[in-house]
Nanobody, 117 residues
Framework: QVQLVESGGGLVQPGGSLRLSCAAS??????MGWYRQAPGKERELVAT???????NYADSVKGRFTISRDNAKNTVYLQMNSLKPEDTAVYYC?????????????WGQGTQVTVSS
């Protein structure tokens, strides 16, 4: 059974930093990543990292956020620096698994990030 367990969210002041973690279990995943959803908005990509550590970022977080993964621990991290109020959202971990040419997508339960003074 696949499980994604997120941690690290919270309240931080503008300009501050947070580090999110997502521990996966139950499979090996080709791509892991973070998405976010602000109130009244659709869920959007934040960053993804492949099994070979290739990364992809949304333009809005480039230069501020860093995604990484530890394959031995099956864990993906999101280091968020220089946080802005517009980064406030529920952040979701996502993990993709490919089996027999079919992609399966798994989501974590979400962790709240609030950037406010």
């Amino acid at each position: 059974q696949v499980q994604l367990v997120e941690s690290g969210g919270g309240l931080v002041q503008p300009g501050g930093s947070l580090r999110l973690s997502c521990a996966a279990s139950g499979s090996i995943f080709s791509v892991m990543g973070w998405y976010r959803q602000a109130p009244g908005k659709e869920r959007e990509l934040v960053a993804t990292v492949g099994s070979s550590s290739s990364t992809n970022y949304a333009d809005s977080v480039k230069g501020r956020f860093t995604i990484s993964r530890d394959n031995a621990k099956n864990t993906v991290y999101l280091q968020m620096n220089s946080l802005k109020p517009e980064d406030t959202a529920v952040y979701y971990c996502r993990a993709d698994r490919i089996m027999v040419m079919t992609k399966y997508i798994y989501w974590g339960q979400g962790t709240q990030v609030t950037v406010s003074s």
